[in-house]
């Protein structure tokens, strides 16, 4: 008799459970997946965040620079092209005063994005090294914060000794011939060598032209290295808006708290 009131008692309050959840618009299914997910998130802790974030960037780097690396690829996306030093404006700015003058400006602005494409794959390891700089507790603000908060966060740490460490790299390929019988190197030095005789000329002098003597690899290595860090963002942005870029459970859990 006794254990025939408890199994009342039991129906009774499944009813009402179950009564309730469906005034309220939810199933007994969907309140399970509401505290697995709920759990899942207690579960996390300082160091899966960390780790999460991580990865998110670092899936950000191999995208970005695969992307990079294939046959113009600085070249033919308009945010990640390399254009020519800002010490060379006044040549682009006055052309015409060269014979074949926009042909030139062409070919080295190919030059030197082919280059950056070429020396990207080294950038690979490089970059996944400085993933270490990311500390446990700069981890929760770099999650809340969105956009690209991982990405500027990496880059601030890290842009100055991966220039350094990503500029012999650059060297080689600039100095590859890479497009035609001339490298990014000898396409600059023509353009500027062109120039130059024309801003040191009678001419030159009396309309105030100014000679221009750039570092083609520093310029370069600043560039290609801002194009990566774009890329990277790209990756990290999908990954915070669109649930099918998290590609392993650990970001599933971890952007799912965002």
């Known amino acids: 008799m006794k254990a025939l009131k408890t199994r009342h008692y039991i129906a009774a309050a499944v009813v009402t459970v179950a009564t309730s959840l469906a005034l309220y618009g939810c199933s007994a299914a969907s309140i399970g997946n509401i505290a697995n997910v709920g759990a899942a998130a207690k579960a996390l802790s300082q160091g899966d965040i960390a780790a999460g974030l991580k990865e998110a960037l670092n899936i950000g780097i191999n995208v970005g620079i695969s992307q990079l690396s294939k046959n113009n690829g600085y070249y033919n996306e308009l945010a990640t092209r390399i254009n020519l030093p800002k010490e060379a404006l006044v040549i682009t700015q ?15 602005v190919k030059n030197i994005n082919a280059a950056a494409s070429d020396a990207a794959t080294e950038a690979v390891p490089i970059f996944a090294s400085a993933l270490t700089s990311m500390t446990i507790d700069d981890a929760t603000n770099i999650l809340k914060g969105g956009g690209t908060k991982a990405t500027d966060y990496f880059k601030t740490k890290t842009k100055s000794p991966l220039k350094n460490l990503f500029g012999k790299f650059i060297h080689k390929s600039i100095n590859k ?11 600059w030095n023509a353009l500027t060598t062109e120039w130059n005789g024309v801003a040191t000329s009678a001419v030159g002098k009396a309309i105030r032209l100014r000679t221009v003597n750039t570092d083609l690899q520093d310029h370069l290595t600043d560039k290609a290295v801002d194009g990566i860090y774009y890329k990277v963002g790209e990756q990290e942005k999908k990954i915070r808006t669109d649930v099918k870029a998290r590609t392993t459970d650990l970001l599933k859990r971890v952007f799912a708290r965002q």
């Open 94 to 108: 006055n052309i015409a005063k060269l014979p074949g003058g926009q042909a030139m400006v062409t070919k080295v």
């Open 177 to 187: 011939k890479l497009i035609g019988d001339m490298s990014a190197q000898s396409s």
